[in-house]
């Protein structure tokens, strides 16, 4: 009896104790996660006030900290060592979990902490190169001592915050995932670019077109995804004259592009969405603003998550003062200002990322042919270490084009169109100097300094947009661009034909760019650079008109223009695909044949401004409708082998209904009868409303344009709880107010130039990264209202500013 | 009642100085084996002492700084209300303790019985 009693109890505690003290699948340990003296409960708003001095080992000289009311650092340093120490120190500070998570990431290591859930992205990640493109970043690094030298600072920094810390003082995502920070690394730094990398030029149609063209033939890829692509107001003016002799391009090879017939790649394509994320921004000269001093503007769209992608941050030094964002994990100011000069960026979209077709001996891969001959293959083993669970090792086949990121007998990966058995040829494996750029931009002073910091710009490639004190405004579509033959990397390339390699780079002065236009402003929204007029190809994926189109159409109309009119216009929420269709598409909507709803909704849009404001129901309306009209034109073209049908551009469908409206596209091919334009925008109006109906009842609030789309703004580890959800924004993707359901403007950014420098800004989220912090989420909801604050500049880390709450002093050891 | 306040103090101390939750497994345990006459006190001054602590500490954190990250757990956990967030707190250090605390009173009467039988033998 007492040994049943003994043995029993004792092993109950032990359950207990076991259940306590690990995690049960997404759920924390419990035991940990609740201990009020070390869990969660020690993770609250303590953390917000900031020291008023701080001995840090490491530091060469006192650096000087002044904090603004929303808690962005003005830093002041008496070095460049000390300033990016205390970058990373302060970074790491506010950031540490979500550093270390976003490398974690890029660098195929989420498996160590979540255990096999995350082994098939870890695969991804590592088969795609990311380890080897970031080792190749560092080692180009050795000739950039500024740069180096700024990584190598910034790193002591972030391990002289991990080491002061204790279990206690440990972010509470660690505690809730149940690991401990690591030192950080220069490895890491490069890590966060290839991230940026992947996540701006990581994707390409060039596996859903080949299907296509395979199924369908190459004239109808070109004719739905044409070089010349219609409605799009390119970059740079249409009539603009190139200052340079363009170099040759690439012969075209006999029979370009076709899958050799050795080759055996197959594809899959999946719903992923290959179009990138887009982005905003202008500047206008003074000829159009009030000041006369020129005005930049910059709303860069991704993925919106807490923490928030961007940290705001003012870095002072001898020789540098700027402000702006920049990203928690490298060291600089990315999109911003300083006394002199702004800059910002836009995702460019030219074709970066090819794929060749690769033809193996046999199946250990370890010999491939290419130009008559059978040449090794170079293996990579990379080890992947699983959290409960046994250590997977990845062998990366590499070839002469790059890494096999798919090998037949794999799998697809969830969401991702990657063709099996090709090799990826990708820009940003290469060795480049993009941490160059960012030392040299918070250093330029006029229009040569920032030409010359861009220049070492590699990818993902971006379009800069400049403005400066003196009066210039410019833009670049800039990044290091393959010399092309026109329709290269369309389609799979064959990797056995030496014709099919990339030769040689788009000179760096030969990008599209313009100084200072006679219109008086310069644009970018992710869309084609140049007109036909420009000599090189570039690629043909770009994003759609709207943006761009609106941007310009606005700016085209403005004059006497002050910061607040900018602030609007980046908020300005008007539908310009509808506002370009609806005209041509009301007509057919037969009202006589409607039931009461469908009429209901009609009348909606007949009385629709196009705004796409979150309190209206016409915008839910016409987007059902576009989805539903692009499914009745494009799907029913899918034939085998395609198992799906890449929806063109709006702009092409748009120019369908206006020029073209009785294309055979239109007919539904799986009818017997001949249907048209007015037959399919009809049924497509009555499906649409049908469908909204079945989702959300009779018309009614749930119906407004806010709760339909909404956004959401969610924890970068999808913690229940920790995100901002169902928010009602105005806009959509293809808007300049680009508030997406899960995308959207991180960073909205007014900047005027001048003999003073005056700047306005705001992120949906806030400074701290953590959770129990009042400066997590202080700014989602006035970003929702599209409302902006006044940043603080400062001159000097004591002059005098109402904004500034508190001041620290970091010394360094004696 | 001194159990009680013995054990709460030594696992405050405890507590403070290192950041191991199982103390309130472990310190009931101990009481259980060297102190305790019943298994009920031995339950009792478990689930009291911890939870007592635990959900004072609770309690003190939430109202000193904590409330944010409180209502972010509890609403992770499904929880609406960051009290029963508390109040689970104090139960779960409770119940663990209590458990152990049990353990440790069953393991000592085993070892009682081999020290007679060994004092016997002599």
Redesign the interface.
Same mark, same amino acid.
Do not use: D
């Given at each position: 009896m007492?040994?049943t009693?003994?043995v029993?109890?004792?092993l109950?505690?032990g359950v &207990?104790?076991w259940a306590? /003290?690990r995690q049960h699948g997404v759920v924390p340990p419990?035991?940990?996660?609740?201990?009020?003296?070390?869990?969660?409960?020690? /993770? @609250?708003? =303590?953390s917000d006030a900031p020291p008023e001095r701080l001995s840090l080992p490491g530091l060469e000289a006192e650096v000087r900290v002044a904090w603004d009311e929303r808690r962005v650092p003005h830093i002041f340093a008496a070095n460049d060592h000390d300033l990016y120490f205390a970058q990373g120190f302060l970074t790491a500070r506010d950031r540490l979990w979500q550093m270390d998570f976003q490398v974690r990431f890029a660098g195929g290591r989420l498996a160590e902490v979540i255990g096999e859930r995350g082994l098939s992205l870890d695969r991804f990640n590592r088969r795609f190169g990311m380890i080897m493109a970031a080792e190749n970043a560092l080692r180009a690094l050795e000739t950039d001592p500024g740069a180096r030298r700024a990584i190598e600072a910034y790193t002591a920094g972030v391990n002289a915050h991990i080491r002061s810390l @204790? =279990? =206690?003082s440990y972010p &509470?995502e660690f505690k809730?995932l149940d690991y401990v920070p690591e030192p950080w690394t220069l490895l890491k730094c490069a890590l966060l670019l290839k991230y940026m990398a992947y996540d701006l030029a990581g994707k390409s149609s060039d596996p859903a077109w080949t299907e296509m063209k395979q199924a369908l033939g190459e004239a109808a890829v070109d004719r739905l995804f044409p070089y010349d692509e219609p409605l799009v107001d390119p970059i740079i003016p249409p009539g603009t004259k190139w200052d340079f002799t363009p170099n040759p391009a690439p012969p075209v090879p006999a029979a370009p592009d076709s899958p050799d017939q050795n080759g055996r790649a197959t594809l899959a394509t999946s719903d992923e969405t290959v179009k990138g994320k887009g982005s905003n921004n202008w500047a206008l000269a003074g000829t159009r603003t009030r000041s006369g001093n020129p005005i930049l503007c910059n709303d860069p769209h991704l993925a919106l998550n807490l923490p928030s992608i961007w940290y705001e941050i003012q870095l002072a030094a001898p020789g540098v003062n700027s402000a702006g964002v920049s990203l928690p994990g490298a060291p600089f100011v990315i999109i911003g200002h300083n006394g002199r000069i702004a800059w910002g960026l836009t995702n460019a979209g030219s074709d970066v990322l090819d794929w060749y077709a690769i033809r193996f001996k046999d199946k250990s891969r370890s010999e491939y042919w290419y130009d008559g001959a059978w040449l090794k293959s170079e293996i990579r083993t990379e080890t992947i270490k699983v959290r409960n669970g046994r250590d997977v090792v990845e062998r990366i086949v590499l070839t002469r084009h790059g890494p096999i990121v798919r090998f037949e007998e794999d799998p697809p990966f969830k969401e991702k169109d990657i063709p099996a058995g090709a090799a990826l040829r990708w820009v940003a494996h290469d060795e480049s100097e993009d941490l160059e750029t960012f030392y040299a931009l918070n250093r330029a002073e006029s229009y040569e300094d920032w030409l010359k910091a861009i220049a070492s710009w590699s990818c993902p490639a971006q379009n800069f947009v400049y403005a400066d004190a003196a009066g210039a405004i410019a833009i670049r579509h800039n990044g290091r661009f393959p010399l092309r033959w026109k329709g290269q990397g369309r389609f799979l390339l064959d990797g056995s034909n030496p014709a099919h390699d990339w030769r040689g780079w788009v000179p760096r002065d030969h990008v599209p760019a313009i100084k200072n236009p006679e219109r008086g402003f310069v644009s970018s929204a992710n869309q084609k650079p140049a007109d036909s007029s420009y000599p090189y190809y570039l690629g043909s994926d770009y994003l759609q008109f709207e943006r761009g189109a609106r941007i310009n159409e606005l700016l085209a109309g403005m004059t006497d223009v002050t910061p607040g009119d900018m602030i609007r216009m980046q908020n300005d929420a008007f539908n310009l695909r509808a506002r370009t269709v609806l005209p041509a598409i009301l007509p057919y909507l037969r009202k006589g044949e409607l039931n009461g709803v469908e009429r209901t909704c009609l009348a909606e849009i007949e009385s629709w401004n196009c705004e796409n404001l979150a309190g209206l129901t016409a915008p839910t309306v016409f987007d059902r409708f576009w989805s539903e009209f692009n499914a009745k034109t494009w799907d029913d073209e899918k034939v085998r082998p395609m198992k799906s049908m890449p929806w063109p551009a709006s702009h092409v469908l748009i120019d369908l209904v206006l020029h073209h409206p009785d294309d055979a596209f239109f007919d539904d091919r799986t009818t017997s009868g001949r249907e048209g334009l007015a037959e399919i925008a009809f049924l497509a109006f009555r499906s649409a409303v049908g469908g909204l109906e079945k989702a959300l009842g009779p018309p009614g609030p749930a119906w407004t344009w806010g709760r339909w789309k909404g956004t959401d703004i969610q924890h970068l580890a999808q913690?229940?709880?920790?995100g901002r959800t169902r928010l009602r924004t105005n806009g959509a993707g293809y808007i300049i107010n680009a508030s997406a359901r899960t995308k959207g403007p991180s960073w909205r950014m007014v900047v005027e130039l001048g003999p003073e420098v005056k700047a306005w800004g705001i992120i949906p989220g806030g400074q701290s990264g /953590?959770?129990?912090? =009042?400066f997590?989420d202080n700014g989602v909801d006035d970003w929702v209202a599209g409302r902006i604050y006044e940043l603080v500049f400062l001159k000097s880390p004591d002059e005098a500013n109402e904004k500034i709450i508190a001041r620290t002093t970091l010394g360094g050891a004696k | 009642m001194i159990a009680v306040i013995g054990c709460l103090i030594i696992l405050l101390l405890l507590?403070?100085i290192t950041?191991?939750?199982?103390w309130i497994?472990l310190v009931p345990?101990a009481y259980g084996f060297g102190f305790s006459r019943t298994g009920g006190r031995a339950i009792g001054t478990g689930f009291a002492s911890a939870g007592l602590l635990?959900f004072g500490?609770?309690v003190?954190?939430?109202l000193?700084?904590?409330?944010?990250?409180?209502?972010?757990? +509890?609403?992770?956990f499904?929880l609406e209300n960051s009290w029963l967030l508390i109040l689970?707190?104090g139960l779960?250090?409770a *119940?663990?303790a209590a *458990?152990?605390g049990? +353990?440790g009173?069953? *393991?000592r +009467?085993?070892v009682k019985?081999n020290d007679a039988a060994d004092e016997k033998k002599s």
């Open positions: 007492k040994w009693r003994a029993l109890s004792l109950l505690s &207990v104790f306590a /003290n419990p035991g940990k996660i609740l201990n009020p003296f070390a869990g969660f409960w020690t /993770n @609250g708003e =303590r @204790g =279990r =206690r &509470v809730l913690i229940p709880g920790f /953590n959770p129990g912090s =009042r997590y | 507590q403070v950041p191991f939750w199982w497994m345990f635990w500490a609770a003190y954190s939430f000193s700084g904590s409330r944010i990250i409180t209502h972010r757990i +509890a609403a992770m499904g689970a707190t779960i250090a *119940v663990a *458990v152990s049990y +353990a009173f069953a *393991v +009467a085993l019985r």
